[in-house]
T-cell receptor, first 115, second 112 residues
Framework: NAGVMQNPRHLVRRRGQEARLRCSPMKGHSHVYWYRQLPEEGLKFMVYLQKENIIDESGMPKERFSAEFPKEGPSILRIQQVVRGDSAAYFC?????????????FGPGTRLTVL | KNQVEQSPQSLIILEGKNCTLQCNYTVSPFSNLRWYKQDTGRGPVSLTI?????NTKSNGRYTATLDADTKQSSLHITASQLSDSASYICVVSAQGNNRLAFGKGNQVVVIP
């Protein structure tokens, strides 16, 4: 049973370009979470999705950021018109159900660098 | 103010020695607390989970304690190994939602 998979592991973009980060949850998991981690900072919640639905996007910036988790395929975190401040590690986690006792399993992260 | 505060921010210990990491939280109503280990360049991996009624839980050389009254937890590493070099993150869940509150982590470096 493969763990949470994220790709690419490293992504370099120039200012103004688009970044697409992909996350495949663990088999049997239908709940996906995206987090951002800046150097020397803790993980910050961005968005929580279930298949085809955004459940909680209160941590997402209002502009340029969007997320989806289609019925088929991986979850996608999309950042449009990237700026240098978007440089960070983006982690995806998945869980088999909702509620605080469902452990979130984390992927290896995507490190985004904006030049 | 962050709901989860960890100390010390970083520490260096000699291989074979013990160390204790601290976590104070204000999350309420409390559901559970996890300690995660995050190796450099990797995602966090859960070490222990503790609920309100649990005072201590061990996972190999890692022992976590919880005092729900004072809202404090500690993670004790016994007989440290070089592979223990990592960031240890305290994560607290509140009742009734899926949101996790993350500490900034304790950065541990074990030297030979």
């Amino acid at each position: 049973n493969a763990g949470v998979m994220q790709n690419p592991r490293h992504l370099v973009r120039r200012r103004g370009q688009e970044a697409r980060l992909r996350c495949s949850p663990m088999k049997g998991h239908s709940h996906v979470y995206w987090y951002r981690q800046l150097p020397e900072e803790g993980l910050k919640f961005m968005v929580y999705l279930q298949k085809e639905n955004i459940i909680d996007e209160s941590g997402m910036p209002k502009e340029r950021f969007s997320a989806e988790f289609p019925k088929e395929g991986p979850s996608i975190l999309r950042i449009q018109q990237v700026v240098r401040g978007d440089s960070a590690a983006y982690f995806c986690a998945s869980s088999p159900g909702q509620g605080p006792f469902n452990e979130q399993f984390f992927g290896p992260g995507t490190r985004l660098t904006v030049l | 103010k962050n709901q989860v505060e960890q100390s010390p921010q970083s520490l260096i210990i000699l291989e074979g020695k013990n160390c204790t990491l601290q976590c104070n939280y204000t999350v309420s109503p409390f559901s559970n607390l996890r300690w995660y280990k995050q190796d450099t360049g990797r995602g966090p991996v859960s070490l222990t989970i503790m609920t309100f009624s649990e005072n201590t839980k061990s996972n190999g050389r890692y022992t976590a304690t919880l005092d729900a009254d004072t809202k404090q937890s500690s993670l004790h590493i016994t007989a440290s190994q070089l592979s223990d070099s990592a960031s240890y993150i305290c994560v607290v869940s509140a009742q009734g939602n899926n949101r996790l509150a993350f500490g900034k982590g304790n950065q541990v470096v074990v030297i030979p």
